[in-house]
């Protein structure tokens, strides 16, 4: 039997947020389950005697320590916390304007870091805890048309990686969950936001590739409900790992990754090597 638990889990109304919110439940947790629209995660989820749905817009810090504040008055702590909300402002760097970029960081980074940092007390005060945060491949490996996405998943792996030893005195661990190609709502257009061609030298592949973006949608490989009851198994794990790839696609990316940087590395290593400091 799994020792029960109390998960609060972001962007919980829709795609993998709901996937693992019924795993937790499944699995006998307790749930605080939040989203910007609380009617519409209440909707999708229904009630349970240890579910609780709650407001939870990430980019606001005043939503995320209320949410925070309700979680423990419901069921007194705060055991895993999933930062799982966030969006995808596709495009070419020189076609996404400032405004979206911006966005796109203000969601997908600073989102989890409100979160994190209403919960950390939480934890750090009964000297327990996970923090789970949703990355992607786009926080491995950049490719072309997911400037902002990457720039926000990379920022998330730095934070999260530095994170770990700061609060592991406390023991609280941390993980980094970084999936492949899953078929949730991320390519729908309630959480994509593609680029109108504005500028000539992009405009007809920026038309090729959002339908193509558009076209993998529903046919992507993952099937996010095993992600979810994996991730649950995972945080009741003695020792979490500190980063998962999920999928057999996100393997493989990490594999070409390490062997991309080994070979960086590799390339002008006398040069590096021979950089140091020669005393006078």
């Known amino acids: 039997m799994t020792e029960k638990k109390v998960w609060l889990v972001t962007g919980a109304g829709r795609g993998m947020g709901v996937d693992i919110v019924q795993a937790a439940l499944a699995a006998g ?11 519409a995660v209440r909707k999708v989820l229904g009630d349970a005697a240890d579910l609780l749905v709650v407001k939870l817009d990430v980019t606001k810090p005043e939503d995320a320590e209320a ?6 008055e419901r069921f007194g702590h705060i055991d895993v916390l999933v930062n799982n909300a966030g969006n995808f402002y596709a495009g070419f760097f020189e076609e996404l304007p400032d405004a979206d970029f911006r966005a796109q960081i203000e969601t997908n980074l600073f989102g989890p870091i ?3 940092r209403a919960v950390l007390p939480i934890m750090r005060a009964r000297r327990t805890g996970l923090v789970v945060t949703i990355s992607s491949l786009a926080g491995i490996t950049g490719q072309p048309f997911i400037s902002a996405y990457a720039a926000a998943k990379f920022g998330l792996e730095g934070w999260m990686e530095s994170l770990a030893p700061e609060i592991e005195p406390f023991g609280i661990r941390t ?3 970084a999936p492949g190609y899953f078929r949730t709502d991320l390519l729908t257009e309630e959480s994509t936001k593609y680029p109108t061609p504005s500028i000539d030298d992009y405009a007809k592949t920026t038309r090729e590739t959002v339908e193509a973006w558009k076209g993998m949608n529903g046919r992507q490989g993952g099937d996010p409900a095993k ?3 994996a991730l ?5 794990a003695a020792t979490p790992p500190l980063r998962w790839p999920a999928g057999a696609d996100a393997v493989e990316a990490f594999e070409q990754k390490a062997r991309l940087l080994q070979m960086q590395a590799d390339a002008h290593r006398k040069l590096s090597a021979a950089l140091g400091h020669t005393p006078a």
């Open 29 to 39: 947790h307790a749930v605080v389950a939040t989203g910007r629209n609380a009617e």
């Open 67 to 72: 949410a925070a504040v309700a979680a423990v």
């Open 114 to 116: 409100n979160v994190t």
């Open 175 to 177: 993980m980094i969950v």
């Open 227 to 229: 992600l979810a009851d």
């Open 232 to 236: 649950v198994s995972l945080a009741g």
